[in-house]
Structure formats: C-alpha cells, structure tokens
C-alpha cells in the first residue's frame, strides 16, 4: 500500500495536506508547522518531507495499535493518529476533514477507516511532499 501526503497549506503554526491511498483521495491532515531542512522545535515542526515505511504497532501514549513511520531523521515516534489542532500533533500526522481554517474534524471516524485499511496491507510506505 501505498500512502501520499501531499502538504498544500504551510502556515505559521501548522500545515494542512491531503492523503491519498494508492492514488485515491482518501482524507485531509493536519500536522505542525513544516520547517527549513535541519531546523527543529520539539513538539512543533513537522517532519522532512520524504518517503518513509509504516507499520503497526503498540503506542504506549495511546494504549493501542498505531501506524508509526521508520526512520524519520531528527524524529522518533512519529505516528498518524486522530486529532484535531496542531497542538494535537507533537510531529505526528492527524487524519480527519479540513473544514474549517486550522483545524480538522471527524478524526476519529477518519481515522479508524484508515486503520482499517492498513490493516489489509501487507507492506506500507508513505511519500511526503511539500508544494
């Protein structure tokens, strides 16, 4: 499987993107603020853009299975989980409807139809872009 990222919105507190599987439109995220190469704010910058794999494991924050990405450079525990602002996101990828300026909606829904179908895949990748 793979997930795309396509960040269209990088404002001055968070970023906004589209996430695609397997080339269909599948939902909206919400993530921190995207930075220059080799800057970091803990808990506030979002990360590289970039291609990273995914898999499924036990979050000890969440008390549940996630999505984590590998490998992140100058990241760790980088996960896509619900939420609604960016103060929600401390690195990680939140997963919903972008329908009203800074935020997202539905997360939760969102994201346990997106789990759902992680969880049919037997490898998973996500490519992130800016514009």
């Not at 898999?55 to 939420?83: E, K, Q, W, Y």
Request: proline share 5%; net charge positive.
């Amino acid at each position: 499987m793979i997930l795309k990222l396509q960040r269209h919105a990088l404002k001055e507190t968070y970023t906004i993107g589209r996430l695609f599987i397997d080339g269909a439109k599948f939902c909206d995220t919400l993530e921190d603020k995207v930075r220059p190469d080799g800057v970091k704010v803990y808990g506030e910058t979002a990360i590289p853009a970039g291609t990273y794999k995914v898999i499924l494991t036990h979050s000890a924050r969440f008390n549940r299975v996630l999505p984590i990405l590998v490998d992140v450079p100058m990241f760790s525990g980088i996960r896509i989980h619900p939420g609604n602002v960016a103060a929600d996101t401390h690195g990680c990828i939140l997963v919903g409807v972008n329908d009203s300026k800074g935020r997202i909606s539905r997360s939760r829904e969102t994201f346990n139809r997106l789990f759902t179908e992680l969880q049919k895949a037997d490898e998973i990748t996500i490519e992130i872009t800016n514009p």
